[in-house]
């Protein structure tokens, strides 16, 4: 199967053949950048080789404390990117949708 990079550092992520036993800072900055990009936590796990527990432990701040720190840098300054915009998954575009479509979805109910 298919290796790609992220956008942001090109960090390796994978469809299906790649595997880790444990993540690295550079991965563990990318477990926050699609985090903050609204990739499932499963995903995330999926796609970097590993499985849900060692993304956890980055998430919970267990491992790799200042991956976070870095990833908030990274992700804002390439999403002023014109280049990567389209690339970024806009959380609060998808906020604003699901929105909508929740009003959308209870008008319909009460219409009913």
Not at 13 to 19: A, D, K, P
Not at 45 to 72: D, M, P, R, T, W
Not at 75 to 99: C, K, M, V, W, Y
Request: net charge positive; hydrophobic share 45%.
């Amino acid at each position: 199967m298919a290796i790609f990079q992220h956008p942001f550092n090109g960090v390796n992520l994978n469809v299906i053949s790649l595997r880790r036993g444990t993540l690295g800072h550079p991965e563990a900055v990318t477990v926050w950048l699609m985090q903050f990009q609204g990739v499932a936590y499963h995903e995330i796990a999926a796609h970097l080789g590993v499985n849900a527990f060692e993304v956890g432990k980055v998430l919970n701040g267990q491992i790799h404390g200042s991956a976070k720190a870095e990833a908030v840098q990274l992700f804002f300054r390439h999403r002023e990117n014109p280049g990567l915009r389209s690339q970024i998954f806009d959380r609060a575009a998808l906020t604003a949708r699901s929105r909508k479509a929740d009003m959308v979805a209870q008008e319909k109910l009460h219409l009913d």
